[in-house]
């Protein structure tokens, strides 16, 4: 039985030029800075970011957590939006090893109001509380679909934020999503923050590892923060050659994917309208609410899985991301099925 694989954009494989990088790339020891493919990585960061200084380091999560480290949040709050993937997916590591104060405030549709981050910042003047260290935002935003933050919200945050002197980081897992919805580069949104992380292991198809940027000042700390986590590699160019390969033109694949998930969704959205938000489906996600035939989506999951199409699902969502292993074939395979499960549910 053929499997189609839409349980995320992770489990994308390195393309064969990817590989063929592998085989030649130059190396050094990264950890003491002379890995010469690990330097033209992370000053391709650089130039994609717009940013001083840039690190590559093995995921996401670290490149978060080095960040809040980095902006000296010990201590202190850090504004994330409730369904962030920083406060709800990374282990709490945030308070764990950061010592800060996870401080959530509520978005519409994971994107945050600059008004609510007003009422929410917290300044130094009172010494029973912790005051505001950091604004983390998120872009694209995992839990609400994949949805974009427009650049202009971002500029506003940003504005709020300088005015009380804190600084703003970038979750900025599938940017390149974001930027290929908008038609703008990544620039664009990193102009908007101090500090900035996009994953090389989603969308881009490279193996393993992020970058994380800022200006030189913050990198210097972020590298201190990065080693501390265990992320001082070696021979490191052997997994910065793919993302080397994957960002020479990371647009057009990422406008590929958005397609495919679109139709998907509209394929879906046709079974029963309920399924599918269609205006919330902006980039790579699809969210699928399944309420009007299970509580629980688990199920009818398994049910996907029993016919080849692997998803994931949590409570009511059945969640399907499109990627660069994903294709025309599959996304016809996810729709038959679905429609095969969704008839076999008693009315």
């Excluded at 978060?64 to 939006?81: F, M, Q, T, Y």
């Excluded at 872009?139 to 609400?144: E, I, P, V």
């Excluded at 960002?247 to 998907?264: C, N, T």
């Excluded at 399924?275 to 969210?287: F, K």
């Amino acid at each position: 039985m053929s499997v189609h694989d839409f349980r995320s954009d992770t489990v994308t494989l390195p393309t064969p030029e990817m590989m063929a990088a592998v085989v030649t790339a130059r190396l050094g020891d990264s950890a003491r800075g002379d890995d010469p493919t690990v330097l033209e990585l992370e000053a391709l960061g650089c130039v994609l970011s717009g940013k001083e200084d840039a690190l590559f380091v093995p995921s996401g999560t670290m490149a978060n957590l080095a960040a809040v480290i980095a902006h000296d949040s010990r201590g202190g709050e850090v504004i994330v939006e409730t369904t962030a993937h920083i406060y709800n997916s990374e282990g709490g590591g945030i308070s764990a090893v950061a010592g800060a104060i996870a401080r959530p405030v509520a978005g519409r549709g994971g994107q945050l109001d600059p008004a609510d981050i007003k009422v929410a910042l917290k300044g130094p003047g009172d010494a029973a509380l912790a005051p505001t260290k950091l604004i983390c935002l998120e872009n694209t935003h995992n839990a609400s679909g994949g949805t974009v933050m427009p650049i202009e919200v971002m500029a506003e945050i940003r504005s709020v934020a300088a005015s009380a002197g804190v600084p703003v980081h970038l979750d900025g897992a599938r940017l390149f999503n974001a930027a290929t919805y908008l038609g703008v580069p990544i620039r664009r949104f990193c102009d908007q923050v101090d500090s900035v992380f996009f994953a090389l292991s989603k969308g881009i198809g490279a193996p393993i590892g992020a970058i994380l940027a800022g200006d030189r000042p913050f990198m210097k700390k972020a590298r201190r923060a990065a080693r501390l986590l265990g992320g001082g590699m070696r021979q490191a160019g052997l997994i910065a050659a793919p993302a080397i390969v994957g960002l020479r033109d990371p647009y057009p694949q990422h406008a590929r994917d958005h397609v495919l998930a679109q139709r998907l969704a509209r394929e879906i959205a046709r079974l029963d309208a309920s399924l599918v938000d269609l205006p919330r489906v902006q980039t790579n996600i699809v969210n699928c609410i399944v309420t009007r035939f299970a509580n629980d989506a688990s199920k009818i999951n398994s049910e996907l899985s029993r016919r080849g199409v692997l998803a994931n699902s949590k409570g009511p969502k059945i969640r399907f991301v499109t990627h660069s292993q994903v294709g025309e074939a599959d996304v016809e395979a996810a729709i038959r099925a679905f429609a095969e499960v969704l008839e076999s549910i008693p009315a």
